[in-house]
């Protein structure tokens, strides 16, 4: 099993390490266009790195895309043409157009994951089992929201919007949660740092007549003791699940480092090694789907459905006032 990994910037080195302990750092190629962190990546995890993925495109069985998002088509493509099995890290693509693409370059249907990480979070998983038994009667209400700080807005800021960065992942929570598809978006925002909105409060109700709130910023201060604020709330006439998903942190303040140090314990966790959480196991369904030649447990169909969830909340974002 040879498995590629495109682009090992914050998201590649977390599946670098995840990957090399699957399948061993023999059979990882890395792909990195920065010529320094593509010799740091190759020397740090003992794997080969190019600086292009078309050098190792038809050399492998699998590929996991982490490149920023309006590089994903091309990439993804490529790979499944030749026959990989591809992750593509959320969001799929930047228009439905790309997903569209992707979805037709599969050379048998079920090749194509798309990176949705919170759906491998065993709390999200219970919930969705309760859903799906209708333990809450008729829904009425959801309330999904995910904030971070203003790092994140410093780092990928310039190249998309909060809404496709965070809100990708709660409009797929509130797509695969309920099963329902969307009739209507109205939303307000803000564009804070840059051309992108930086706050989109969305308001949606579902083909059922199920309303839901989307909130998404990247306004947390960035010594706040936490790095990432956020939960899922679900109500029903004969029930409801209150869901905190922020307090997945362990909390470090020590004489010696007075400022808090924030260490994801359910994400992307890693000890010296290895990473793990919610990340391992989506990369471990990924790695059993093309070991057993069996569909992907996150279909491209989903993505593309995220995706359009995006870009109805920005269309509404656009015509708000703001
Ligand atoms: N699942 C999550 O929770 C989560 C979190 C963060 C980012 N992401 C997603 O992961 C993807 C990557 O984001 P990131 O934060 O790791 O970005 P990043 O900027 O940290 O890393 C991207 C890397 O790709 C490299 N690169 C750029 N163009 C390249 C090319 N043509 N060929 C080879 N390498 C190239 C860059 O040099 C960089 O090292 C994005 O789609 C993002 O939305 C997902």
Avoid at 120 to 131: P, T, V, Y
Wanted: glycine letters at 8%; proline letters at 3%.
């Amino acid at each position: 099993m040879r498995v590629g990994i495109i682009g090992l910037g914050l998201m590649g080195e977390y599946y670098v390490r995840i990957v090399t302990d699957l399948v061993g750092p023999e059979n990882v190629l890395g792909v990195e266009a920065d010529r320094d962190r593509a010799e740091m990546m190759a020397a740090a995890h003992g794997i080969t790195v190019t600086q292009t993925w078309q050098e190792i495109v038809g050399t492998t069985d699998a590929a996991i895309i982490a490149l920023p998002d309006h590089l994903h088509t091309e990439p993804a493509v490529a790979f499944l043409q030749a026959g990989s099995y591809v992750l593509v890290e959320k969001p799929l693509a930047t228009s439905l157009a790309d997903c569209q693409t992707i979805l037709e370059a599969q050379t048998e249907p079920g090749r194509l994951m798309v990176g949705h990480v919170l759906r491998f979070d065993h709390r999200i998983q219970e919930l969705k089992r309760r859903l799906d038994a209708q333990e809450f009667g008729n829904l009425r209400y959801l309330r999904i929201h995910r904030s971070n700080s203003t790092m994140g807005a410093k780092r990928v800021g310039e190249r998309v919007s909060v809404s496709a960065f965070l809100g990708v992942h709660d409009l797929d929570l509130l797509l695969w949660l309920t099963q329902r598809e969307i009739r209507s978006v109205s939303a307000t925002g803000k564009k804070i740092f840059g051309s992108h909105w930086d706050l989109s409060i969305a308001s949606l109700e579902l083909e059922d007549g199920t309303l839901a709130l989307v909130e998404n910023h990247w306004l947390l201060h960035p010594d706040a003791q936490r790095s990432a604020l956020a939960g899922i709330e679900v109500f029903g006439d004969t029930g409801m699940a209150l869901l905190d998903l922020s307090t997945q942190e362990l909390e470090i303040v020590t004489d010696d480092n007075p400022r808090t140090k924030r260490i994801d314990t359910h994400n992307w966790t890693f000890d010296a090694a290895v990473s793990g959480g919610n990340l391992r196991r989506e990369v471990e369904a990924f790695i059993a789907a093309a070991r057993t030649g069996g569909p992907t447990p996150i279909s491209g169909e989903d993505g593309m459905r995220a995706v359009e969830a995006v870009q109805l909340v920005e269309d509404a974002l656009a015509r708000s006032t703001n």
